[in-house]
């Protein structure tokens, strides 16, 4: 990504580029016609609500520490790294059964070593917010997950709800003899069992990988093969525009090819129950959510695996990529709790197949106690107002995307203040690609006015932002807000030398 560090404004006729300005830490993706007035501006209010704003008080009355601006703030994070994450840590009273010994105890790369000593499991802190048995107990009531899909129909499960399937299918889990560095992959889409299973998973202290049901067999077996699972979940097919999609025999040729599988389950999307005859030997997803055991966790280091994506392909074989419990609780907390300010009065959905990791990003505003939407479907089916729609019946706070979609969206007409009561929103994410300025301008004339618009750019490789946002900054068009904290993004020239007033690549 071309990257350009310094004082003033860059153009460039062919291709935005990314400015950040030292001064007041903006990423600025500019073209020559963009205007140097803020698009948006945070009232007084949302600065005051906001959890950096609470972050910037904790760090002064704990810790003695005091930053007139997120310049400032994010030179600290950037170079003390000890004191930033065990602040982090400290700030979001973050659980472990075991205390860590030091917060890095080896700054080498490859093979740092960050909180050795800590023993948790991320699943702790995500039913940290059932709360059960609790005097707070009322938010166990409270919506956890809602999903919509094509057809209209609706599923919402409860905090408690959601805690009594991941127990009962953990039991389940161990039951069948996985444990602690199993691998399990699943081939299902955005739904709730999706999310569900990833819990269970994690809670036994397996290792949760997953494709999207719309990929064939041969990409998802360069992927899966790689990690030798012992169990699949699978679905028996999906919906998407309107149709339906078997995938009965993708599933039947997985079961063949990957050979470390000792078991199969399935969830039943287009079928009200299994089929014996085209799943032989396969358990039904039912069977495995009987029971109502407590919730039990393993307890494992901080870098213990929680979770194996991939890169994109283009270059040869997927690569995998694991992320530990720790490394990806920490991450979260920072840029869902902090940069993308989702608290738990939020109902947060960020549109993504399961193929993304923008799924594993929407699956982490758990940890924050909000509610994550879920929509199984076709954004665009049967018109690009769909989503908007949704974001209206379910009365979303925080409504993601890619910047395609929102590109789509301007390019065919569509005005979603005009077909949807949007009055619930107060956040727009965008990332995947550069939002162009112009996209900007539509979001403020044709979603709502009042909206913070974060524009994110990050990777697979961190399941985070390199560049992000922060609701107590201005936006302006066509512009990312700021570095993240904790992360010393810097212009790099050919021959590996920072540079400033140069572009160069991040």
Known sequence: MPLLIGQGRVYDATEAIIVVSAKDNLLRMTDAAL???????????????????????????????????YESLWQWSATDLEGFWSAVWQFFD???SQPYRRVLADARMPGAAWFPGARLNLVDQVFRHAAIGTATESHAERAAIVCRNELGQRTELTWR???????????????????????????????????????????????????SPDMGPVAVLDRFRQIEPKLLIACDGYRYGGKAFDRGEI?????????????????????DAIDAARFPGARAWSELM????????????FDHPL???????????????????????????????????????????????????????????????????????????PDLGTLWKFVADERITFFGAGAAFYANCMKAGIEPARIADLSSLRSVGSTGSPLPAEAYRWVYEHVKRDVWLV?????????????TGLPTLPVY??????????????????????????????
């Open 94 to 96: 973050v659980r472990a």
């Open 290 to 301: 009987v029971g109502a055991a407590p919730l039990r966790t393993e307890q494992v280091a």
């Open 455 to 467: 524009s994110i750019a990050g990777g697979t490789d961190l399941a985070g932002a390199f560049l």
């Open 35 to 69: 205007p140097m007035m803020p698009i948006w501006r945070p009232t007084p209010e949302r600065v005051a609500h906001a959890r950096i704003t609470a972050f910037r008080a904790w760090l002064e009355r704990e810790r003695g520490q005091r930053y007139a601006d």
């Open 307 to 381: 979770w194996i994506v991939y890169s994109s392909g283009t270059t040869g074989v997927p690569k995998a990529i694991v992320h530990g419990h720790g490394g990806i609780l920490l991450e979260a907390l920072k840029g869902i709790g902090l940069h993308r300010d989702v608290q738990a009065d939020d109902r947060f959905h960020w549109y993504s197949s399961t193929g993304w990791i923008m799924w594993n990003v929407q699956v982490t505003a758990l940890l924050t106690g909000s509610t994550s939407c879920l929509y199984d479907g076709n954004p665009g089916w």
């Open 251 to 271: 599933v039947a040729q997985l079961r063949v090819e990957l050979k470390s599988l000792a078991h199969t389950v399935i969830v039943p999307l287009l079928a």
């Open 161 to 211: 709800e959601l805690q009594r399937q991941v127990a009962a299918l953990a039991a389940s889990l161990r039951a069948l003899g996985i444990g602690p560095g199993d691998r399990v992959v699943a081939y299902l889409p955005n739904i709730p069992q999706t999310i569900v299973a990833f819990l269970a998973v994690a809670s036994v202290g397996a290792v949760w990988s997953v494709c």
């Open 477 to 506: 068009a066509g512009e990312m807000q700021c570095r993240a904290l904790g992360l010393k993004v810097e212009a790099f020239s050919d021959d590996g030398r920072p540079v400033i007033d140069e572009v160069g690549e991040l």
